[in-house]
Every structure is written in C-alpha cells, then in structure tokens.
C-alpha cells in the first residue's frame, strides 16, 4: 500500500512537470510567433510607414500588445520617421486602452514625454486630452477619495485654456463639467451628512462651499434647498428665502421644486403678516 502511494505521488509530481514544461512551450511558441508577426518583411520599401499603419490596425482591433510592438519598433527604429511622433502617441494609446492602473501610469508618461518633447506638433492637443484622462479614467465614485478626479480637474482645465479651438475641445469641456461634478457632489454628500446629522454649521460650511467653488454644478438644486433648509433651522429666514427663490428661477424640474415653493410662500406669508402688524 505504502509503494502504490509513492508511485502514485510519483506519477503526480511527474505529471505536473510535464504540463509546466507544455505551457513554457506553449508561452515561448507565443512570444516567437508575436514577434514574428510584427517584423517589417524583408523588402519593404516604407518600413516606418508599414509599422505605423500595421500598428493602426492593431490598435484599432484593440490588440494593445501587438500594437505597441508596432509603435516601439517605429519609435526607436526610425527617429527622421514622419511617423514617428504619431508612433509615440499610438504607444500611450495603448496602455490606456489596456485601462489597468498601471497602463494607466505608462500612458500617463508616454503622453507627458510627447508635449515636453513635442509641445508645438499639430497633435500635441491630443496628448494633453489623452493625459488627462489617464486621470480622468481612474476617478473613484463620490463617497471615495477624489485625488484622481482633482487630477483630472486640473489637466482638463489646463488643456480647455490651452486648446479652445481644438476638435476635442468639446469634449474636454464634457468630461471637465463630469469631474467638476464628481468633486462637488462629493462635497454636497458631505454636507448632507452633516445635515441629517443637525450640525447646521458644518452643513452650511460644505453647501456655501460647494456653489462658491463650482456655481455651475449641475445638481445645485439640491445644494440650494438643503442650504435654505438648514438655514431655516438656525432661524435664518430672510438668507433661506434667497436659496428657496434661487432654485424657482434656476430649475424648472427638480424633485425640489414643490417644497421650495411652498417654503417660500409661507415665509413671503410671515412677512406680508409682519409688515400688515407694523
């Protein structure tokens, strides 16, 4: 019985060196083919151009290894290459596709490199979008630390200023109101904790500091009426009304609406009662 179960460890030990060596095999055959696959043929009249546009379709096909073994080859091949400065921002493409936190890293470096190397190409207003939203890609929800969407503020910001009339522009302008809203809703939500939890003082703290930082954001609505709210705890009508009309004028749907309304014809009710006294 002892002997059956030694041959039978044997036999498992054995079997398992012989799948590790199939799959060493199997990685190296890979790495071979991968390398084969991304040579420029012998004979090419345009090898930097053929790099490029084998690189493209790659990238485009979302293979992102195969992609930047094209790119780096054009990169580092061809350096009076036409394609060259496009190879750079095709590797940083790249990692962003591959969305990891440390592609997210590389791309970041790839598409710095090109704007401090390349900082008047005709293309350097895609690097700068791109760089940001390395940032951009990694912003947690509200309720989580916001280092990255502070990150992505800050990049978009400088590339709307720097690139007003560039094709992207729109779109930075899109993400830049997306990740000024991620920050200000963070606030907001602190602020409604205090709120709830009757700390008026600190919930007025947030909320003022939320319009004062971002008077566009886009759910101010509800920043206004949990302002005007809080204020009226504290018997500080006269302010309260000021937020309550702020959300009529502004807003014409909100799930606020109704009761802002009728908060401030109540309080406009109490002063119509106090002048009549008077």
């Known amino acids: 019985m002892a002997v059956e179960h030694t041959c039978t460890r044997r036999m498992t030990a054995r079997a398992r060196r012989v799948r590790g060596a199939a799959l060493l095999a199997a990685l190296a055959l890979t790495a071979a083919c991968a390398g084969t696959t991304t040579r420029v043929p ?8 053929f790099l490029w546009e084998r690189g493209t379709e790659a990238l485009n096909a979302r293979k992102w290894f195969t992609a930047r073994e094209f790119f780096r080859q054009l990169v580092d091949g061809y350096p009076q290459s036409p394609y060259r400065q496009d190879g750079k921002l095709g590797i940083g493409d790249t990692y962003l596709g591959e969305g990891t936190a440390e592609a997210f890293v590389l791309a970041e470096n790839e598409f710095r490199e090109f704007l401090n190397f390349f900082p008047t190409h005709p293309r350097a207003d895609y690097a700068h979008f791109k760089l940001a939203m390395t940032h951009f890609y990694q912003m947690h929800g509200p309720e989580r630390d916001q280092t990255k969407t502070r990150d992505a503020v800050r990049e978009l910001t400088a590339f709307v200023e720097r690139y007003p009339n560039s094709e992207l522009a729109p779109e930075g302008r899109a993400r830049l109101r997306e990740a000024r809203d991620r920050l200000s809703q963070s606030e907001y939500r602190v602020g409604f904790f205090y709120y709830r939890s009757k700390w008026y003082p600190g919930a007025l703290e947030r909320f003022s500091s939320v319009l004062k930082n971002d008077p566009e954001f886009t759910n101010r609505d509800a920043v206004y009426y ?5 204020l009226m705890k504290i018997e500080r009508p006269a302010e309260a009304m000021a937020y309550y009309d702020r959300l009529i004028t502004e807003f014409e749907q909100s799930e606020y609406l109704e009761n802002a309304r009728k908060r401030l014809a109540e309080l406009k009710a109490q002063v119509a009662a106090a002048v009549k006294k008077e």
């Open 42 to 49: 012998v004979g090419t009249l345009e090898p930097d151009k």
């Open 226 to 230: 949990h302002l005007a709210e809080a």
